[in-house]
Structures are given as structure tokens and as C-alpha cells.
């Protein structure tokens, strides 16, 4: 595989533009979230696997705004899984302009969790295997640039 995982389109709501005629910086994270939902699909988390009392946590998230985005934008995301031990995952997501451009990036560790502490916990052999596969196939790709960033003035 070639290219990373391709989220359906979302789209710029109205309400999401702030006060500068753009997209809010809150919203660039609604929409990769929302987006990362349909690879977690694929992964067999979400809804459904949250009824069994599992599910995974985001412990941080690390935005790079690229480009404004404006109302009515038609956007999709890709999702690159990075790296995964037995209870966590690092990936990075693009969110993408329907016109091909990249308007920003966003790097998460996630943790899976047992609801019934909550405490992380290991990760179901079933999807630790849907890990790996999705791994092996983004394997090829290029380690993204904004990935490992740290906020800091150089000095």
C-alpha cells in the first residue's frame, strides 16, 4: 500500500467559522476525529466496541495548522498508523482540502482503556492483529514531516 487510509468527505459547517471568516482551530480537531472514526472502523474500534467495555482514550494530540479553511469545504482525512505496543498506538492524521491541498496535521497517542477502572489495559489479540496489518501496509510509506514536533521558541 502506497497511501494511508482515506476517511469519507466531510464538510465546513457555518457555525464552525470564527470571528476571522475561518475555520475555527477547534474544528480542524472535530474533523479529524470524526474522520479517524471510520479508520477505527476498519480497526474494529468505535460504538460498537465500546459496548464490551473497552475503548481507547486520546492522552494527547498535536495540531499543525496549515492552511485556513472556509465554510462549505469539502474535506477528507488520511490516517497513517505509525507504531502500537499492547495498549497504545501513535498515528497522524492529514486533513485534506478536496482540491488536494493539506490544511493541517495532527499526531495522536491513543491508549486502549477498560471502562471498568477506567485504566489502560491490553489490547484484544483480534485487533492487535488488525494493528499489524495495518502496519505492514502503511509500512512504505514516509515517516511524516510534522510528526516527533515539540512546541518551543528556538533559541
Known amino acids: 500500500m502506497d497511501t494511508p487510509f482515506r476517511s469519507s468527505p466531510r464538510i465546513v459547517q457555518p457555525e464552525w ?86 490544511a493541517a496535521t495532527g499526531e495522536a497517542l491513543t491508549l486502549h482503556i477498560d471502562q471498568s477502572g477506567p485504566r489502560v489495559a491490553p489490547i484484544p489479540a483480534d485487533l492487535m492483529a488488525r494493528l499489524e496489518a495495518m502496519k505492514t501496509d502503511h509500512a512504505s510509506l514516509p515517516y511524516p514531516e510534522q510528526a516527533g514536533r515539540k512546541i518551543g521558541l528556538k533559541r
Open 17 to 102: 467559522i470564527d470571528f476571522n471568516g475561518h475555520l475555527n482551530m477547534a474544528y480542524y480537531s472535530v474533523l479529524m476525529d470524526n474522520a479517524v472514526d471510520d479508520a477505527y472502523h476498519q480497526i474494529g474500534f468505535g460504538p460498537e466496541y465500546q459496548k464490551t467495555g473497552h475503548t481507547t482514550y486520546v492522552a494527547e494530540f498535536h495540531i499543525c495548522y496549515l492552511r485556513e479553511l472556509h465554510e462549505g469545504a469539502s474535506t477528507y482525512c488520511t490516517f497513517q498508523l505509525l507504531d502500537f505496543d499492547e495498549k497504545r498506538f501513535h498515528s497522524f492524521t492529514q486533513l485534506w482540502h478536496e482540491d488536494g491541498w493539506l
